[in-house]
């Protein structure tokens, strides 16, 4: 064999490369968790950081993998450090990181059942199980797909070969029929992006009315659809966030799903962030009414500890799955017998990761009561920041939390004449340039906010206090 074939397949090499790399990454999460690494996100502009890359890529004095390892961890975020407040990406539980090493060495494709049979099979049993706590019947089922936009773009390619009431894949579209589709403009932007990645255009999103909370306003559901009936639009499905990317709400799915069932339109929940509630007894009430979906989205990397990108796609009828990509209406399927075993006809990918494996290892070997403990003790943590901020007279917070992400923004009374949106952007900027803290902003109705989202397990209250005391000296230095 080729002399640098065999090194790159040599079972020895790997060996020692995996020792070193499991070395190297189990002395980095104790230094996450005893607090060691000062920085959470090392900042570089991308200018500096690529020109730094350019020369470590020609230097040949440390041309080994540990040494390529060590760098790449120095120069990024660090997810599982309690001072990561950004964005909601989970620091993924060590054992579901060492089932997705397994996952890249196997490779096993999944397109067909012969391609990926272990994996396969554990992706029925995943989704059984998520069903089951989801509430949903017998007859519900889905599949895992890469990521929430393509989860919100299946389940939506769904609603409108079920509800446009023709066979639009062989058709296409009827110019006579406005295809629609009611949305929150609190939603994820990957639902807009759906819509038009399937041609509908901005003409097709319905923007419903939110009420003091920032959730759909249900008493004015009906009169957001009456008046688009009568300008001619078909409306075909409804979404509902579980729960907003930007504050952290819950809509109200109950009656969201009386609406729908009313009008016989797709109800679609956009549960990436939240839907992992249900798996908490103490906060399944904010998901109650999910279970009348006819299909959610809940990212595993989210919420549920696993590495991304895992995306649930559930439908209450498991036979409206194969309606995604098939080509045909549900009457011709339900005429066929489908080969569950044959994942592809369900998904946007052919060659699919086997993403089932991360998933089925956390819950064979911790069970339920780990996703119950991560969400419960992230959601009572963001409740009692938010008691602090409410009581503070030098922070304004959005919202009451819900979930696990709390918006507020920085005051300071004692000036005045001062814009505050500059002041949180100015704030949010130097915290991220130096490095100690990670958070991110948002727009709510055009005023700037800072926004937490509390994903690290190890975050206490104390860490929470400390940012506070960060950001009121950020702005006396300012």
Same mark, same amino acid.
């Given at each position: 064999?080729?002399?640098?074939?065999?090194?790159?397949?040599?079972?020895?090499?790997?060996?020692?490369?995996?020792?070193?790399?499991?070395?190297?990454?189990?002395?980095?999460? $104790?230094?996450?968790?005893?607090?060691?690494?000062?920085?959470?996100?090392?900042?570089?502009?991308?200018?500096?950081? *690529?020109?730094? %890359?350019?020369?470590?890529?020609?230097?040949?004095?440390?041309?080994?993998?540990?040494?390529?390892?060590?760098?790449?961890?120095?120069?990024?975020?660090?997810?599982?450090?309690?001072?990561?407040?950004?964005?909601?990406?989970?620091?993924?539980?060590?054992? +579901?990181?060492?089932?997705?090493?397994?996952?890249?060495?196997?490779?096993?494709?999944?397109?067909?059942?012969?391609?990926?049979?272990?994996?396969?099979?554990?992706?029925?049993?995943?989704?059984? %199980?998520?069903?089951?706590?989801?509430?949903?019947?017998?007859?519900?089922?889905?599949?895992?797909?890469?990521?929430?936009?393509?989860?919100?773009?299946?389940?939506?390619?769904? $609603?409108?070969?079920?509800?446009?009431?023709?066979?639009?894949?062989?058709?296409?579209?009827?110019?006579?029929?406005?295809?629609?589709?009611?949305?929150?403009?609190?939603?994820?932007?990957?639902?807009?992006?759906?819509?038009?990645?399937?041609?509908?255009?901005?003409?097709?999103?319905?923007?419903?009315?939110?009420?003091?909370?920032?959730?759909?306003?249900?008493?004015?559901?009906?009169?957001?659809?009456?008046?688009? =009936?009568?300008?001619?639009?078909? =409306?075909?499905?409804?979404?509902?966030?579980?729960?907003?990317?930007?504050?952290?709400?819950?809509?109200?799915?109950?009656?969201?799903?009386?609406?729908?069932?009313?009008?016989?339109? %797709?109800?679609?929940?956009?549960?990436?962030?939240?839907?992992?509630?249900?798996?908490?007894?103490?906060?399944?009430?904010?998901?109650?009414?999910?279970? #009348? +979906?006819?299909?959610?989205?809940?990212? #595993?990397?989210?919420?549920?500890?696993?590495?991304?990108?895992?995306?649930?796609?559930?439908?209450?009828?498991?036979?409206?799955?194969?309606?995604?990509?098939?080509?045909? +209406?549900?009457? &011709?399927?339900?005429?066929?017998?489908?080969? %569950?075993?044959?994942?592809?006809?369900?998904?946007?990918?052919?060659?699919?990761?086997?993403?089932?494996?991360?998933?089925?290892?956390?819950?064979?070997?911790?069970?339920?009561?780990?996703?119950?403990?991560?969400?419960?003790? $992230?959601?009572?943590?963001?409740? !009692?920041?938010?008691?602090?901020?409410?009581?503070?007279?030098?922070?304004?917070?959005?919202?009451?939390?819900?979930?696990?992400?709390?918006? #507020?923004?920085?005051?300071?009374?004692?000036?005045?004449?001062?814009? &505050?949106?500059?002041?949180?952007?100015?704030?949010?900027?130097?915290?991220?340039?130096?490095? !100690?803290?990670?958070?991110?902003?948002?727009?709510?109705?055009?005023?700037?906010?800072?926004?937490?989202?509390?994903?690290?397990?190890?975050?206490?209250?104390?860490? &929470?206090?400390?940012?506070? *005391?960060?950001?009121?000296?950020?702005?006396?230095?300012?």
């Amino acid at each position: 064999m080729n002399e640098l074939l065999e090194r790159a397949f040599d079972p020895e090499n790997f060996r020692k490369n995996g020792h070193e790399l499991i070395d190297l990454l189990s002395d980095y999460l $104790a230094a996450c968790r005893s607090g060691e690494v000062r920085k959470v996100l090392p900042w570089k502009d991308p200018e500096s950081l *690529k020109n730094e %890359w350019v020369e470590y890529d020609k230097n040949e004095e440390n041309k080994t993998p540990v040494s390529l390892f060590k760098k790449i961890i120095d120069g990024s975020i660090h997810l599982h450090d309690p001072n990561n407040m950004g964005h909601q990406v989970v620091p993924p539980a060590p054992l +579901a990181a060492l089932a997705d090493l397994l996952e890249a060495v196997l490779n096993n494709s999944m397109a067909v059942y012969e391609v990926g049979p272990a994996s396969t099979i554990i992706e029925t049993i995943v989704m059984d %199980w998520l069903r089951v706590k989801l509430g949903l019947g017998e007859s519900s089922g889905g599949v895992l797909t890469s990521g929430g936009t393509i989860g919100n773009l299946t389940a939506l390619l769904t $609603a409108r070969q079920n509800k446009a009431g023709y066979n639009i894949w062989e058709k296409g579209y009827d110019k006579q029929k406005q295809l629609s589709v009611m949305v929150s403009p609190e939603s994820h932007y990957s639902v807009s992006r759906a819509l038009k990645i399937m041609g509908m255009g901005e003409n097709s999103i319905i923007k419903l009315p939110i009420n003091s909370e920032r959730k759909i306003d249900h008493d004015l559901l009906e009169t957001s659809y009456i008046n688009a =009936v009568k300008s001619g639009k078909k =409306v075909i499905a409804i979404v509902a966030n579980a729960c907003t990317t930007s504050t952290g709400v819950y809509d109200p799915l109950m009656k969201i799903s009386e609406f729908s069932k009313k009008y016989d339109i %797709w109800f679609h929940v956009d549960a990436a962030h939240g839907g992992g509630a249900v798996l908490s007894e103490k906060y399944r009430y904010l998901t109650k009414g999910i279970e #009348f +979906a006819d299909s959610i989205v809940i990212d #595993f990397h989210k919420m549920l500890l696993t590495p991304a990108l895992t995306t649930a796609v559930v439908f209450r009828k498991g036979i409206n799955a194969y309606e995604t990509f098939s080509q045909k +209406a549900s009457y &011709l399927l339900n005429e066929q017998k489908q080969n %569950w075993y044959d994942i592809a006809e369900r998904t946007l990918e052919c060659t699919k990761k086997m993403m089932g494996i991360k998933v089925y290892t956390l819950i064979k070997i911790y069970g339920d009561k780990l996703f119950e403990e991560y969400i419960t003790r $992230a959601y009572d943590l963001a409740s !009692e920041f938010g008691s602090i901020l409410e009581k503070s007279r030098d922070f304004e917070l959005a919202e009451t939390p819900e979930s696990n992400i709390v918006c #507020f923004r920085y005051l300071n009374p004692d000036r005045d004449n001062i814009d &505050l949106n500059t002041v949180n952007k100015s704030i949010r900027e130097r915290i991220k340039n130096h490095g !100690e803290y990670y958070i991110v902003q948002t727009e709510i109705d055009g005023d700037t906010y800072l926004r937490t989202t509390l994903m690290s397990p190890f975050t206490t209250l104390n860490h &929470l206090k400390k940012l506070l *005391k960060r950001i009121r000296e950020t702005e006396i230095q300012n």
